[in-house]
Nanobody
Framework: QVQLVESGGGLVQAGGSLRLSCAAS????????MGWFRQAPGKEREFAAA????????YYADAVKGRFTISRDNDKNTVYLQMNNLKPEDTAVYYC????????????????????WGQGTQVIVSS
């Protein structure tokens, strides 16, 4: 059973940076395709980024492209989301999740394609 635990959230000023971590247990992260989603108050959970097994393929939402970078460290069994040039509209709870083994990689932007979720970590960007 895969378990995911996020960390690294916090309060940051606009223009600042944060790095979120997602530690996996129960299965080596090298065998997982992973995604980051976020949910702002009063809004639906939305896709932010995803990374393939080997890390050679990534997807980003248009809202974060060029500012966020998803990566993985298989030795640490951890996936990261480096967030630069943060904006107040990036304020949300950020979740990491596992893409179902049976899902095609080209569906990785779809929330329903993920079957294991972490508890989330709060990011607040002040203006």
């Amino acid at each position: 059973q895969v378990q995911l635990v996020e960390s690294g959230g916090g309060l940051v000023q606009a223009g600042g940076s944060l790095r979120l971590s997602c530690a996996a247990s129960g299965r080596t992260v090298s065998s997982l395709r992973m995604g980051w989603f976020r949910q702002a108050p009063g809004k639906e959970r939305e896709f932010a980024a995803a990374i393939s097994w080997g890390g050679g393929s990534t997807y980003y939402a248009d809202a974060v492209k060029g500012r966020f970078t998803i990566s993985r460290d298989n030795d640490k069994n951890t996936v990261y989301l480096q967030m630069n040039n943060l904006k107040p509209e990036d304020t949300a709870v950020y979740y990491c999740a596992r893409l179902r083994d049976s899902s095609s990689w080209n569906t990785a932007r779809g929330l329903r394609e993920y079957d294991v979720w972490g508890q989330g970590t709060q990011v607040i960007v002040s203006s």
